[in-house]
């Protein structure tokens, strides 16, 4: 049987390859939170600490990623997730392997977005995700992004 995470692991690689290169890993997908991991190696910038552009797709991916998961487990399967706008900080480096984390929004701001799209075929969620240093629980990033999701 195949788990979410592998699942979802296999859907980024194959629909968006710079996945792969990254070197990017589903940890976990449990109780609606998402946990992605990117190495400092595939990633590196000329400080060696990881690359903003890297923590930035990290940042964004984990919503995206959240956002199809909780979709498939929703049962709604006739919609395509995009980034409309996003919002990033980078209060710390980080200087090893990242891990990208988003959790579930509110549950009515969740039922609020289901039935806009199931209604009007499009609706927009507000995700917000942090990147920190494996091992750490302090944000080195911290994301805020509206998804849409249309038909």
């Known amino acids: 049987m195949i788990t979410d995470s592998h699942y979802l692991e296999s859907v980024l690689h194959s629909d968006i390859p710079l996945t792969r290169e990254m070197g990017l890993q589903v940890l976990d997908w449990q109780q609606q ?32 990623g959240w956002l199809h998961l909780r979709l498939r487990e929703a049962g709604i399967e006739d919609g395509h997730i995009v980034i ?22 509110d549950e009515k701001v969740w039922e609020r977005f289901v039935a806009t799209f199931q209604r009007r075929g499009r609706a927009r969620l507000n995700l917000h995700t942090r990147v920190c ?4 629980e302090e944000a080195a990033v911290q994301f805020s992004g509206q998804y849409v999701l249309h038909r």
Not at 89 to 105: F, N, R
């Open 84 to 105: 409309q706008e996003g919002q990033i900080s980078y209060p710390l480096p980080v200087t090893g392997a990242a891990i990208a984390v988003c959790e579930a929004p």
């Open 33 to 64: 939170t998402l946990r992605l991991q990117l190495p400092l190696a595939a990633n590196v910038n000329h400080k060696s600490t990881m690359f903003g552009g890297s923590l930035y797709c990290a940042a964004v991916l984990v919503g995206w």
């Open 133 to 136: 240093n494996a091992g750490s």
